[in-house]
Each structure stands twice: as C-alpha cells, then as structure tokens.
C-alpha cells in the first residue's frame, strides 16, 4: 500500500504501538488469568491491523458485524472470531459460518443458531448476556437466564453454552464496578447450579472494565474481556493507561484554502449544510483554513484533536472543514498537511469511510 502514502485524508496507523500496547496489555491479563477477545469493529477490522491482535495471541478476534469476521477469515486470520453484537435472526447462516463463538439473550435465536449450526455440521459456542443496569442486551431476569440455560444444555446438541458475560456503560452509562462483576458472577453461578457444570467464561465486559483488572479489584472469576477502546487509545475515559502508547492512529488532511476572512458569516443567517442552526462568535478578521475532509468522513468537527497548538476547529459540512489558524506556529498554505488525533468517534467513522486511504507504519520504520 506504499502507493497511498501521499493520498489524504489519510489515516496511519502504527503497527509497532499497537504490538506493544497488546503486549502490555496482555502481560496484566495473565496475571490476573483473565483473557481478552481483542475487538476490532474499532478500526473496522483492516486486516493488516487485526493481524496483529492475532500474531498477538488473543484467545479471539471481535466485532459486532459479521460482515467483518467473514472479511478477517477471508484474509487468512485462524484465530477463533467471536461475534458481539447479539446476531439477527437472518443472518445465523452466516453466523456459523464466520464465527466460532457469539453472545446471546433470545432463546429463539438460540433454537434458530442451534439449527443452523446442525445444518453447518459445526459446533457453536454462545454466551449468555446478563443486563445489569445498563439497559442494552441482555437476560433481565436471573430464571429467565438460567432457563435459557437449561435449554442450551439439554436441548440444543449443536451449542455450546460457553459462559455468561455482560456490557455496561455503552448505553445507559452504568459504571462497571466491584459490586456489577460479583453479580455478574453470583447470576453464572446459579447457572452452574442449574446445569451442574463449571462455566468456562465469565465474560466481565469491554475497557470499562479495565481498572479493576488494575486495581485488582475485577473478583477472580472474572476471566474474560472484551476489549476494544483502551489497546487503541491507551486508555480510557477515567481510567489513564500510562504503560500503553496513546497515539497509534493520526489523521492527516491536506490544506485547500488558506485565507484571511471574517468570523462571523456575513448576511442573514439561516441553517447549515445539515440543517441545524449554529452560533458563531465574531472574532474579526482571521486567518483560516479549509481541509479537504469533513463530517462525511469522521463524524463529528469537535471530535478531531489537533496535533499543533493555535488550531482550532471551527466546524464542518460533509466534505469540509474549517479552521481557525490565526493563532498557529507557523504559517499554514494550501497543500499543507495537518495531522489530527484520534478519540475512538472519529476512528469509527474515518476506518469505515470510502475516503480515507490507509497506510501502516512498522515496527522501526
Ligand atoms: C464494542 C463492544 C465491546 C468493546 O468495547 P470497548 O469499549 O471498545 O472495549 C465489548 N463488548 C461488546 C458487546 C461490544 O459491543
């Protein structure tokens, strides 16, 4: 891909950073036992990147679209994938096909999987979602959970009940705590009682887990998370990361325009490119910038974070971005490059994006 080096907006990603930082990140797993489903929806699964979560020795590759598992077997990744977005009925076929292992809250999906499985001539793993607060998938009702149970156990011979896990915090903001992950345990021991066996994973949720893996607060039988956010940023929001690098991914965007003109918009002000209505602050005259990118590509304007001090992002339409200047170390003209940080918004959305062209920095390059 060495001929995308030049062609913006591009995203690098360092190949090297994020070895080390799965490698830190591993070496605290293991000593707590607790393995890790490496999720890559992040960065939308680019092979070249997920390759390293595998050379890493995940106990499996994530994502909650199918359509990125199948993209990761077919370029050659053997390592066990595991789906996270809880599967849609039509699409089970396909799920037995690409993953090895998937979570799960409706029993009739799980009759449906256990069909689709017999008909593959394949073995499924599931695990089952408990809802713990945060109100996004998951068993509500601990009899409602272990009936499930039951049902996988004793009636659905091409499953594998796997384990219980649970999410917290992505929907309804609940923190994962102490107290979350002993209820989690307490629910897959009433699953064990049931069926009378031990459960080989207790999954303990994403990075918003991650501080008590630190702490060593995360109770011990907690051993599996699935984490995606806190190996690509170095860390997350309340919980800093200082053994992990926080830059493996920039943006870099070429300059357009680079003019000295007014703050505030001149004649009557009505909506913008999408629709909304929008305050602007008069500044007086100013030098700016527009970038050859815009909310197409990565979401949201305040979300980019850039890397030189004194620029400022003013806003954005699909395919443009504005910049205040004024203030910059030095001065900017177009066919400059700017480089940009990453939060984990915008690497969605740029990863997923037509637009963007890739290139991979190696380890010493
Ligand atoms: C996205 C996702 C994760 C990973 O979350 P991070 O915050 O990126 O670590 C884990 N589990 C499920 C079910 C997810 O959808």
Redesign the pocket.
């Known amino acids: 891909m060495s001929n995308e080096r030049n062609r913006y907006p591009q995203v690098e990603i360092d190949l090297g950073k994020l070895q080390e930082n799965l490698a830190a990140f591993q070496q605290r797993c293991q000593v707590s036992s607790v393995q890790i ?1 490496g ?1 890559v ?2 960065f939308h699964a680019i092979p070249e990147a997920a390759k390293v979560y595998a050379a890493a020795g995940v106990s499996s590759l ?3 679209r199918l359509e990125q598992l199948r993209e990761l077997r077919q370029a050659g990744i053997t390592a066990p994938l595991m789906m ?3 599967p849609m009925l039509s699409e089970l076929e396909e799920l037995v096909r690409w993953a090895d292992i998937s ?1 799960h809250s409706e029993v009739a999906v799980l009759r449906a999987l256990d069909r689709a499985a017999g008909q593959a001539g394949k073995r499924h793993k599931v695990i089952l ?1 408990v809802d713990l607060g945060d109100l ?2 998951g068993f509500w009702d601990w009899r409602d959970l272990t009936a499930a149970a039951l049902v996988v156990e004793r009636e659905l011979p091409n499953l594998e009940l796997a384990g219980v ?1 649970t ?1 917290l ?2 929907y309804g903001t609940i923190q994962a705590t102490p107290e979350k992950m002993r209820d989690l345990v307490d629910a897959a021991e009433q699953v064990e009682a049931a069926i009378g066996r031990r459960l080989e994973i207790i ?1 303990g ?4 887990s ?1 501080h008590m893996l630190l702490d060593g607060t995360l109770p011990s039988r907690i051993n599996h ?8 940023l170095g860390g ?1 929001w309340g919980c800093d990361m200082p053994f992990m690098h926080k830059h493996v991914f920039t943006l870099r965007a070429e300059v357009i325009e680079s003019k000295i003109k007014p703050s505030y918009p001149v004649g009557e002000l009505s909506v913008d490119a999408f629709g909304r209505t929008r305050t602007y602050v008069d500044r007086g005259r100013r030098r700016r910038a527009l970038l050859a990118m815009g909310r197409a590509d990565y979401g949201e304007s305040d979300d980019l974070i850039p890397k030189e001090p004194g620029i400022k992002v003013l806003g954005a339409s699909s395919d443009h971005t504005i910049l205040d200047i004024q203030d910059a170390g030095r001065k900017i003209e177009v066919g400059d490059i700017l480089e940009f940080d990453l939060c ?1 918004a915008t690497m969605v959305y740029l990863t997923s994006s037509k637009n963007v062209h890739f290139y991979f920095k190696e380890d010493g390059q």
Do not use: H
């Open positions: 489903a999720v929806k992040g994530a994502s909650s996270i977005r809880i979570l979602m996004r998938e896990g999410n915090g992505c999954s949720g994403s990075s918003s991650i998370l699935r984490i995606g956010e806190g190996i690509l997350i984990y």
